[in-house]
């Protein structure tokens, strides 16, 4: 029984961690690999897409991990999987079909990771009480960002950093941007030869320094210039022509659908005409960001039968200053002499001086990102042998006893049965797809919002400015708010917090009301706002978390936690493939108004909930 005495602490955090990198290595450190390794966008969007379903569908499997085995076995054994998969990733980038290789590795990952969160989020109910859930729900919340963190962040930066030393000297590009700098003709600079290049191979840039001046330049002229250099990249053999399929998109709008004929187009006519804001015509000017242009060469002809391949990216600096084009450049025996073309323009909302450094990496990019997933693939070896012998051994995690294939179809449908028969099984599911209608709206427009233009209904922020906001203010109040929620809902329970967390949730989002009518210049403020919501947000969801624990709980908590996430998703799915085309017709003062009309649904679903008040509450002993 000693086993059952160790401290939370000790496996919730690594738990959630590693329930959480898996995803983020799937979802995001695929697409940035596949980009570095040469995939078109087209390629990437389609496939990547679909490693997204095993976690859609993770309900459907769910009975058979309360069935077969422990929780704690499943954990222990997945994450075994999940290294295996990350190996095998590892192992295949280097082969010529590393793409079609990778990705079944990857289909193989992301199916051990949706069964690991299937047994760990049945485990956290079984190992602890219900305070106690309470308690930690924050903390398993934090380190599943934590977990998101890292993989888009530090694995990212281990993967370039492996980049820029298996190769030749990296290619710094410092630019800045400024109100002094004159706007400039539009004009392909020539590649520098006057560097000496006393042998050694490396890249040549013709400038040391990019100015870019704020001021606009014309969106017509801008775009044809551009079409010029990708051409002339493309006529080169630096970067690969893909292919277009404009000629089915034309074909496509002569004939609508019958939905769009009768049913999309007349809908969104009379809301837009009955609810739209009508917002005066604006005289915008017909001007785009300014830009900046640099030509790099190589020094020499690389070795026979090999390629350079220059990837550059932001190092430091403002991301208001972004490359747009030339990001990934190919150089050969047949080009190498040839100069190719980098563009990075600045935000058309920039008007104060900003500086950025870019940096072009030409290093071994199979060997990086091996080496990278080898690495998570370590992670997960000692994830498996560490919670081998530091996750508890509660007594209800035990195994099904007498299997067979009859005992698995009955109890398998017994499952989905049960779950739509326990006590107020129609308010539960109502309140899992509608907690979330509004926030699942707004959460899909709050960074257009931020970086549209003001003429637009936007607050016109630039793109680091959003990243600031947004990306930093906004998570440091999300995670405070969850970690404060859990704590608070320990001491009182989940029926006693429901309301003010179900209210901050939703009432938070007057902020983004606020904001869209005020269209504020202040920083400060616009971070205060954000932060509101965010906290309000992250306090708010944990009472939806503790209600998915609290219905799911009895004897097959596992796979009706795993049904009930599944509702969850599913309420985030809908509201959210609607909300862009509503706020296109209703602009954003009046799309702010509505999800704040929508609270109403939630606030509905949380009053037709009865709950035990002792649930979550601290029990004394």
Not at 369 to 386: H, K, N, R
Not at 430 to 449: C, D, G, V, Y
Request: net charge neutral; hydrophobic share 45%; charged share 15%.
């Amino acid at each position: 029984m000693k086993e059952n005495k160790k401290s939370p602490w000790a496996w919730i955090p690594t738990l959630y961690f590693a329930e959480g990198l898996p995803y983020v290595a799937v979802m995001t450190i695929s697409v940035i690999m596949y980009k570095r390794m040469g995939i078109s966008n087209t390629d990437i969007a389609l496939y990547t897409s679909w490693l997204y379903l095993p976690w859609v569908i993770k309900p459907f499997w769910s009975p058979f991990v309360d069935l077969l085995k422990t929780k704690r076995w499943w954990i222990v054994i997945m994450q075994l999987f999940i290294g295996a998969g990350l190996a095998g990733i590892a192992f295949t980038i280097p082969l010529p079909f590393f793409f079609q290789a990778t990705l079944a590795f990857f289909w193989l990952l992301a199916f051990s990771s949706a069964t690991h969160d299937i047994a760990a989020d049945g485990f956290y109910m079984l190992a602890l009480d219900t305070n106690q859930q309470a308690m930690y729900v924050g903390i398993r919340s934090t380190f599943y960002r934590v977990a998101t963190i890292m993989g888009q962040g530090i694995l990212i930066i281990l993967a370039g950093f492996l980049e820029s030393t298996s190769g030749v000297e990296p290619v710094n590009i410092h630019i800045d941007a400024s109100p002094k700098y004159m706007q400039t003709t539009l004009h392909i600079p020539q590649a520098s030869e006057t560097q000496k290049t006393d042998g050694e191979l490396r890249f040549i840039l013709d400038k040391d320094k990019i100015e870019i001046s704020t001021a606009g330049i014309n969106k017509d002229s801008l775009s044809t210039f551009i079409d010029s250099v990708n051409t002339l990249n493309q006529e080169n053999g630096f970067i690969l022509l893909e292919h277009s399929s404009s000629k089915n998109t034309t074909a496509n709008k002569d004939s609508d659908s019958w939905w769009t004929t009768y049913v999309s187009q007349p809908l969104g006519l009379w809301i837009k005409n009955t609810f739209g804001e009508h917002r005066q015509e604006s005289t915008a000017s017909n001007l785009a960001g300014n830009i900046g242009i640099a030509s790099v060469r190589l020094s020499k002809e690389p070795e026979e039968g090999k390629e350079m391949i220059l990837n550059t990216t932001l190092n430091n600096g403002d991301k208001s200053i972004s490359l747009i084009h030339g990001e990934r450049l190919t150089f050969n025996k047949n080009n190498w002499n040839k100069p190719a073309y980098i563009i990075f323009q600045a935000d058309p909302k920039l008007t104060e001086a900003s500086t950025a450094s870019y940096k072009g990496l030409s290093g071994n990019i199979p060997f990086a990102w091996s080496i990278t997933f080898f690495v998570i693939a370590g992670l997960f070896v000692f994830f498996s042998f560490y919670h081998r012998f530091m996750l508890p051994h509660p007594a209800s995690d035990k195994a099904n006893e007498h299997i067979s294939a009859q005992s698995i179809f009955k109890e398998f449908t017994s499952t989905f049965v049960s779950f739509f028969k326990k006590p107020q099984a129609a308010a539960a599911i109502f309140f899992m797809l509608t907690f979330r209608f509004s926030e699942a709206q707004l959460l899909k427009l709050i960074n257009p919002f931020l970086l549209d233009s003001k003429d637009i209904g936007g607050l016109g922020l630039t793109t680091g400015e959003v990243g600031l906001v947004y990306g930093t203010i906004g998570i440091i109040g999300l995670t405070m708010g969850g970690i404060i929620g859990g704590i608070v809902a320990s001491k009182g329970g989940l029926k006693r917090w429901l309301w003010p967390m179900t209210l901050s949730m939703l009432l938070t989002c007057f902020t983004f009301v606020y904001l869209s009518f005020s269209q504020t210049d202040n920083l400060l403020l616009i971070n205060i706002c954000i932060f509101i919501e965010q906290f309000g947000y992250g306090f708010g969801f944990t009472a939806y978390m503790l209600y998915l624990m609290y219905y799911a709980d009895g004897e097959q908590k596992t796979a009706h936690y795993a049904i009930c996430t599944g509702f969850m998703a599913l309420g985030m799915m809908i509201p959210g493939m609607f909300a862009g085309w509503l706020q296109e017709l209703l602009g954003y003062n009046h799309f702010f108004v509505w999800v704040m009309v929508c609270s109403i649904i939630p606030i509905i679903a949380a009053s037709l909930l009865k709950i035990d008040a002792n649930y979550g509450k601290k029990t004394k002993e």
